[in-house]
């Protein structure tokens, strides 16, 4: 009809199909906390379906990893691991089984006592860490030893291990990751 009035535009995220965000928690948190919710609303405004798996009750690393990759093996298509201090351990370990397309780490539990060691070269994707410098759960040198061993993006922020105050920054941090690996590589002349 000629004098309609044209349709509002759209203001709801439209995920593309196959495109997965998974968040990981960490040891004392939930599957949806204010970290996690924050970020889960830049995975869907880049076009991402967010899920974030439960590992309440399960102390061992290993069972936190079995978790997340039978988790994931329900999902296809592309699949960006996220995680938080005892889940960014968890989302390194897993990275490669699940042959992810990204690795997004905030104060990773990585090279801590009682944990068990990760094989050298995972994950084997792009990664990006992001730790406060204050730091009183996992060292930030924990994260600056694993940036520099597998040539991923570091960030290291003022705050805390839980990073609270800095989480307009890490939605930033975020988007930019998740927009970076859709960027063709520059080609070199």
């Not at 798996?53 to 102390?59: A, K, L, T």
């Amino acid at each position: 009809m000629p004098n309609e009035p044209p349709a509002p535009p759209s203001v709801a995220p439209v995920a593309v199909a196959n495109r997965h965000v998974v968040f990981s928690h960490g040891q004392e948190s939930g599957p949806w906390g204010r970290k996690i919710s924050a970020l889960a609303e830049v995975a869907r405004a880049e076009g991402h379906e967010a899920h974030s798996v439960d590992y309440r009750g399960i102390e061992d690393p290993r069972a936190r990893v079995a978790r997340l990759t039978d988790f994931c093996k329900e999902l296809a298509g592309d699949l960006v691991l996220v995680g938080s201090s005892m889940g960014g351990f968890v989302s390194v370990a897993a990275g490669a089984l699940l042959h992810a397309r990204g690795v997004f780490l905030i104060a990773p539990a990585l090279y801590m006592a009682g944990l068990p060691e990760l094989h050298p070269g995972l994950p084997d994707c792009p990664t990006a860490l992001v730790h406060g410098w204050r730091d009183e759960v996992v060292p930030y040198e924990h994260s600056m030893r694993f940036a520099k061993a597998n040539k991923a993006a570091l960030h290291l922020l003022e705050g805390d291990h839980r990073l609270l105050d800095q989480i307009r920054v890490i939605q930033y941090l975020f988007e930019h990751f998740l927009i970076g690996l859709d960027l063709p590589p520059i080609a070199l002349e």
